[in-house]
């Protein structure tokens, strides 16, 4: 499977030190990284919930697109991306620039209303023009009360002790659903995929988050609670080595 580099390293990721963990992969001109483009209408914006919820799933829909398993066309990028530093660079589009984004490879998720394109990785210098003239800050949506996660369906949680942009929180929960289909099984793997590899993003308490952390003990937390957790490189916004997400399947 093409995300196995992920569960291959994700233990000894997390036992990192912290600073190992902002240490580049690669050269600056080399850096690769899948954009994510959310829809952001400036008259009718979407909800902050169903945003990530879509861009949680775009992220992990081109990962296991048919067009990214061996012999397909975007085989090597994903395959080249996915053996690094899993970047993600959220970036807000609206009316035209939005549609124009449409046209390139990748996989757009609508959700309640919102709409995510993940876009086929690559080079970050390499970035189309229709990418790069979008802005990756600037606009923010206020917090949601979403309500109780479905029981049946995976669920991200975000960090209830940091602050995140939606475009960083946008990026951190593609992490998570991409690390959790790493872990899976073929048959729990495809019946998530019928299912568009929906998703709840919620915010846990204080207490929820300690209890559901793998602290030390990745392994245990998989083998008895399902649980992952996404670990930051601190490039953007937050420390080296923050946990900022935990994915859950349910």
Not at 123 to 147: F, H, M, N, T, Y
């Amino acid at each position: 499977m093409i995300l196995a580099p992920l569960a291959a390293r994700y233990a000894s990721w997390l036992g990192l030190p912290a600073e190992e963990t902002a240490l580049p992969e690669a050269s600056p001109d080399e850096v690769r990284a899948m954009p994510v483009i959310l829809r952001m209408e400036k008259a009718e914006p979407p909800g902050r919930t169903p945003l990530l919820e879509a861009a949680a799933a775009a992220a992990l829909a081109v990962c296991l697109d048919e067009r990214a398993k061996p012999g397909g066309e975007w085989h090597e990028p994903v395959r080249d991306w996915v053996s690094g530093h899993i970047r993600k660079v959220a970036r807000r589009a609206r009316g035209a620039h939005w549609q124009a984004v449409q046209d390139l490879p990748g996989v757009t998720v609508s959700i309640d209303g919102a709409e995510a394109r993940a876009l086929l990785p690559g080079r970050v210098v390499d970035a189309p023009k229709e990418v790069s003239r979008l802005q990756i800050s600037g606009s923010e949506l206020p917090p949601d009360e979403p309500g109780q996660a479905p029981g049946a369906t995976p669920v991200l949680l975000l960090n209830p002790g940091v602050t995140m942009t939606v475009g960083k929180a946008a990026a951190q929960v593609g992490h998570g659903t991409m690390l959790l289909a790493s872990l899976l099984d073929e048959d729990r793997l495809a019946a998530w995929a019928d299912r568009g590899f929906r998703c709840a993003v919620r915010v846990p308490g204080q207490l929820e988050w300690a209890e559901l952390h793998p602290g030390e003990d990745p392994g245990r937390a998989w083998s008895e609670r399902s649980v992952i957790a996404v670990r930051d490189a601190g490039f953007t916004e937050v420390d080296p080595g923050t946990v900022t997400v935990l994915a859950q399947w349910r």
